[in-house]
Nanobody, 122 residues
Framework: QVQLLESGGDLVQAGGSLRLSCTALRLKFDNYPMGWFRQVPGKEREFVAAVSATEGNTSYAESVRGRFTISRGSAKNTVSLQMSNLQLEDTAVYYC???????????????WGQGTQVTVSS
């Protein structure tokens, strides 16, 4: 069974930084894009950032561009999200994703982690 293990969520003050990490287990994802989504209770899950499978091309939601940086490990089965200058509106559960096929995709097109809570306080 495919597993995506996330870590790094925490409580941080506005203006601070956090680094989220995700490792994919039990399947090789060398040829899949990887990304991060986030969700606030009562709202739809939204795209945050993604990195391509091979060239390392990145894309970001407008709300995080310039503050967040996504990167992929050399082993290709890990992805990180460096978050800087965090704002109150960044508070959400952050989900690692392999496949990046939209918020409603499911296996085998894409896989989701269990989510990690990021809370930004004033």
């Amino acid at each position: 069974q495919v597993q995506l293990l996330e870590s790094g969520g925490d409580l941080v003050q506005a203006g601070g930084s956090l680094r989220l990490s995700c490792t994919a287990l039990r399947l090789k994802f060398d040829n899949y894009p990887m990304g991060w989504f986030r969700q606030v209770p009562g709202k739809e899950r939204e795209f945050v950032a993604a990195v391509s499978a091979t060239e390392g091309n990145t894309s970001y939601a407008e709300s995080v561009r310039g503050r967040f940086t996504i990167s992929r490990g050399s082993a290709k089965n890990t992805v990180s999200l460096q978050m800087s200058n965090l704002q109150l509106e960044d508070t959400a559960v952050y989900y690692c994703n392999v496949g990046v096929k939209g918020v409603n995709c499911s296996p085998p097109l894409c896989y989701w982690g269990q989510g990690t809570q990021v809370t930004v306080s004033s």
